[in-house]
């Protein structure tokens, strides 16, 4: 999926998202598809020739054909599931940490099994910094994760919006080069209205008893009147970069042998891309913070996975801006765990993952998302996930796609079908993209995912249905992703993780 971007006239610019292809290799089917269905022709053919003991082989082939051409749930096709549905019914349903109670552990932190292969390393970086890199080692990833503030867009004019918003593609540009160590980059919102009360309690501390009781009878005035309202917000990106590719110095075709020695170099290389990334996000009107510690990601993995701790890690705090650092990185983890299908719990809290399966179709303004990540009424995680495409590999999906639509066209002509709005516009989709590779702009493969957490089922499912409708006023489709809300709920977090193509 790509972004793309027209000018109507003067005034504001609008922005044109395209639409997921779901053309598919041949006939429609993917290239998994087509692999399952040929696979079944073959063991059919084979058992149709050679007669007697493989004959079994017929209803083998019968059963392939049906995994390779049934649709499963919202009409994915049935066979790019199995892995999703597998690992479901092969992972534990429940889990519960091992205590440490002779501190054996150290600071590696217990984490269930959708978190397996993620590994925090602290380490320095030039300015001293404290510093925790996030290694996937399941897939060979190194990240790290930074605050991002924002100044006032929400509330800057139309022009100003714009503005930010081509600093923000800007910024992100860069990352498409060719042979680029950086694979990944997610900015993730987390937004909860349950905070207002630890302010309250941060101020009974620190009131002054000789203030005037008229201001303290007025502050309170404005504290009911708009506590009901309130929400913090917390924006974390995380940028990621493959190790190996990462480790290489320039001029050499691989990196250190060392596993020790290629972490650190792709670590510097990730610092450094970090630094470069920082101050690009300046001209977009961001200001990105220091990369975050052990501590500070500590903290922030237990508010999203345990959001009715926030209370009384904020009372730990002298106020609501001393809140970081009281959360030791061997305590980030959940305690216990339980899978459903329809939702994932983590100690105190029921979490259920959405993906937008459909972004808006219709051109849109800047702040589109606006009323949908400042309308906050239940707690919840809005992640983007940004891969960026290899200039080359875009150029060639792109004539894939121009020739899969022109034969699909002189199909529809032989057969005298009717040539569908979706198929012009699909083809005006495929045609704008090409203008743009051809202006020199990067595509990126992007998906999103809100998480909606909540104390219990009931409140669940009340916070769902109100997102789910906060969602389809901005023109988004969210669906539930059902057996995968684990999986999900964790590529959500600023842990770098990669969702699975079943996900997405």
């Not at 290799?25 to 290239?31: A, P, V």
Request: neutral net charge.
């Amino acid at each position: 999926m790509t972004t793309t971007l027209h000018q109507a006239g003067y005034g504001p610019q609008h922005y044109q998202l395209s639409a997921r292809d779901k053309t598919g290799q041949l006939l429609g089917k993917s290239t998994l598809q087509l692999a399952v269905l040929g696979l079944a022709v073959a063991i059919g053919v084979l058992s149709a020739t050679i007669r007697g003991p493989l004959i079994v082989g017929l209803p083998v082939a019968a059963l392939l054909a049906l995994v390779g051409v049934a649709p499963w749930k919202h009409q994915r096709p049935l066979v790019e599931q199995l892995g999703a549905l597998a690992e479901y019914a092969l992972t534990p349903k429940v889990w519960s940490a091992q205590l440490d109670l002779l501190g054996s552990q150290g600071t590696k932190a217990p984490l269930p099994p959708p978190m397996a292969g993620l590994v925090l390393h602290q380490m320095r970086d030039a300015k001293g910094r404290e510093v925790c890199l996030i290694e996937d080692t399941k897939v060979g990833h190194l990240s790290v994760a930074v605050r991002v503030a924002g100044r006032r867009f929400a509330l800057a004019s139309p022009d100003e919006q714009d503005a930010m918003l081509a600093g923000w593609a800007d910024a992100l540009t860069p990352f498409g080069r060719r042979g680029g160590p950086v694979v990944a980059l997610a900015w993730t919102s987390w937004a909860s209205p349950t905070r207002i009360e630890a302010h309250r309690a941060w101020l009974a501390e620190v009131a002054d008893p000789s203030a005037p009781s008229e201001a303290r009878v007025s502050y309170d005035e404005v504290l009911a009147a708009t506590g009901a309202h309130a929400s913090a917000h917390d924006v974390v990106v995380t940028l990621s970069v493959d190790v190996d590719r990462a480790s290489r110095r320039p001029g050499q075709r691989h990196g250190p042998r060392n596993a020790t020695e290629r972490r650190s170099v792709a670590a510097a290389t990730l610092l450094r891309e970090l630094a470069l990334f920082s101050g690009r996000l300046a001209g977009a009107g961001l200001d990105a913070g220091a990369p975050l510690s052990g501590a500070e990601l500590a903290r922030v993995l237990r508010e999203r996975l345990d959001p009715s701790c926030v209370g009384r890690l904020d009372v730990r705090g002298r106020s609501l801006g001393d809140v970081a650092g009281l959360v030791a990185p061997a305590n980030a983890g959940p305690l216990h765990c339980e899978q459903r299908r329809t939702a994932w719990r983590t100690d105190g809290t029921w979490h259920r993952a959405l993906v937008v399966s459909e972004w808006p179709r219709t051109p849109v303004g800047a702040d589109w998302m606006g009323s949908f990540l400042l309308d906050v009424d239940c707690v919840r995680l809005t992640t983007v996930v940004f891969e960026p495409l290899d200039p080359v590999a875009s150029t060639r999906l792109v004539e894939f796609q121009m020739a899969n639509h022109e034969g699909d066209l002189s199909h529809r002509d032989e057969k005298r079908r009717v040539v569908t709005g979706q198929v012009r516009r699909r083809g005006q989709n495929i045609a704008r993209r090409e203008e743009q590779l051809l202006d020199g702009h990067i595509e990126f493969r992007y998906l999103g995912l809100v998480v909606v957490s909540a104390p219990d089922h009931e409140a669940l499912d009340r916070a769902t249905e109100a997102v789910t409708e906060a969602g389809a006023r901005c023109r988004m489709e969210l669906r539930p992703v059902d057996g995968q809300h684990a999986a999900a709920v964790v590529a959500a977090l600023p842990l770098g993780r990669t969702p699975s193509r079943a996900t997405a």
